[in-house]
């Protein structure tokens, strides 16, 4: 299906096969159909990841897989004052039931977020990559615990004033709803303009996402890039 996928996708003159290990060689977002599929292969570096999230791509593939790059349309977005919050969960946020903390424990939650039952596209490749886009500061974890164990938490990647959330996870009930309020009231107060969820799905439609064209979000995702906010400070 792979070899399909790349003869459909790719123009005779573009080998996907052959994409260099350290190269930008992507079809351009406004120019990919609505499947999104704008390259394979290559590698997961801090230099190439940052590339694709400035361009409005991300990478999604399963163990043993070669590297697959999405640029999908439409495109799933949360507005940052546009959060879902329940009574129900503002009620557990005021109980003092869980700590928060931020950046702790990032190996941890992502960890969190690939143990599935129903399978998982983090893969290991992926955690060693993103752990050392948490060294460089562009990706952010929160972390929920309970009497000293991380109960649920999320992850992302944060450029300008862009936050792509990749996932999140629960240990116990809501916990990964509380850790991405407290996500949120840290970009509104820093000032960011852009949350992406990338696809859209029940779960995070009721938290408030919906979808936009691919040629919005890139207008989006450029006036993000462009302010200068800080995650960590």
């Given at each position: 299906?792979?070899?399909?996928?790349?003869?459909?996708?790719?123009p005779?003159?573009?080998?996907?096969?052959?994409?260099p290990?350290?190269?930008?060689?992507?079809l351009?977002?406004?120019?990919?159909?609505?499947?999104g599929?704008?390259?394979?292969?290559?590698?997961?570096?801090?230099?190439?990841?940052?590339?694709?999230?400035?361009?409005?791509?991300?990478?999604?593939?399963?163990?043993?897989?070669?590297?697959?790059?999405?640029?999908?349309?439409?495109?799933?977005?949360?507005?940052?004052?546009?959060?879902?919050?329940?009574?129900?969960?503002?009620?557990?946020m005021?109980?003092?039931?869980?700590?928060v903390?931020?950046?702790?424990?990032?190996?941890?939650?992502?960890?969190?977020?690939?143990?599935?039952?129903e399978?998982t596209w983090i893969?290991?490749?992926?955690l060693?990559s993103?752990?050392?886009?948490?060294?460089?500061?562009?990706?952010?974890?929160?972390?929920?615990?309970?009497?000293?164990?991380?109960?649920?938490g999320?992850?992302?990647?944060?450029?300008?004033?862009?936050?792509?959330?990749?996932?999140?996870?629960?240990?116990?009930?809501?916990?990964?709803?509380?850790?991405?309020?407290?996500?949120f009231?840290?970009?509104?107060?820093?000032?960011?303009?852009?949350?992406?969820?990338?696809?859209?799905?029940?779960?995070?439609?009721?938290?408030?996402?919906?979808?936009?064209?691919?040629?919005?979000?890139?207008?989006?995702?450029?006036?993000?890039?462009?302010?200068?906010?800080?995650?960590?400070?």
């Open positions: 299906m792979l070899d399909w996928l790349m003869e459909t996708l790719f005779p003159k573009m080998d996907a096969h052959a994409v290990l350290e190269s930008d060689v992507w351009r977002p406004e120019d990919a159909d609505s499947f599929l704008v390259g394979i292969g290559g590698v997961l570096s801090v230099s190439r990841l940052l590339s694709a999230y400035r361009r409005g791509i991300f990478p999604m593939y399963e163990e043993g897989e070669p590297i697959c790059w999405w640029s999908p349309d439409p495109r799933a977005v949360i507005d940052i004052d546009g959060l879902h919050v329940s009574r129900r969960l503002n009620r557990l005021r109980s003092g039931k869980f700590e903390t931020f950046d702790q424990n990032f190996v941890g939650v992502m960890k969190g977020c690939a143990n599935r039952d399978g893969t290991n490749e992926m060693e993103y752990h050392e886009l948490h060294d460089s500061e562009y990706a952010h974890s929160v972390e929920v615990w309970r009497d000293g164990e991380l109960a649920g999320v992850y992302g990647v944060s450029i300008g004033g862009f936050f792509a959330g990749e996932s999140m996870f629960s240990r116990e009930r809501d916990a990964s709803k509380v850790a991405l309020v407290h996500l009231e840290r970009l509104r107060n820093r000032g960011f303009e852009l949350f992406d969820t990338q696809l859209l799905n029940e779960h995070t439609e009721r938290l408030g996402a919906y979808e936009i064209s691919r040629s919005e979000y890139l207008q989006r995702l450029r006036c993000a890039l462009s302010k200068e906010c800080s995650f960590r400070s």
